[in-house]
Nanobody, 127 residues
Framework: QVQLVESGGGLVQAGGSLTLSCAPS????????MGWLRHAPGKGRQFVAR????????YYADSVKGRFTISRDNAKNTVYLRMNSLRPEDTAVYYC????????????????????WGQGTQVTVSS
């Protein structure tokens, strides 16, 4: 069984920064796309960013463009989400997600397009 393990959440003031990390554990499985999605109170799970493992190609939600950066470290088999200029509306539980299908997610980046999930890490941004 493949598990994704996240770390790095916490409480930060508006304008601050946090970096989330995600690494798979358990059975070895190639993840062609890794993504971050978030779930805020009263909202559905929303796409944040994704990265193609081989090419490094990235894709972001409009709400985080220019503030968040997704990256990967091949040697450590780890994906990161660097979050700068955080806003109170970024408060959510952030989930790492993996897709083992070669074809990338659609531009909708719905949660259903990712088969593997982490347990989630809370990010709280105070005003």
């Amino acid at each position: 069984q493949v598990q994704l393990v996240e770390s790095g959440g916490g409480l930060v003031q508006a304008g601050g920064s946090l970096t989330l990390s995600c690494a798979p554990s358990g059975r070895s499985l190639t993840m062609y796309t890794m993504g971050w999605l978030r779930h805020a109170p009263g909202k559905g799970r929303q796409f944040v960013a994704r990265i193609r493992w081989n090419s490094g190609t990235t894709y972001y939600a409009d709400s985080v463009k220019g503030r968040f950066t997704i990256s990967r470290d091949n040697a450590k088999n780890t994906v990161y989400l660097r979050m700068n200029s955080l806003r109170p509306e970024d408060t959510a539980v952030y989930y790492c997600a993996g897709r083992s299908i070669v074809t990338p997610p659609t531009s909708s980046n719905t949660p259903a397009e990712y088969a593997y999930w982490g347990q989630g890490t809370q990010v709280t941004v105070s005003s």
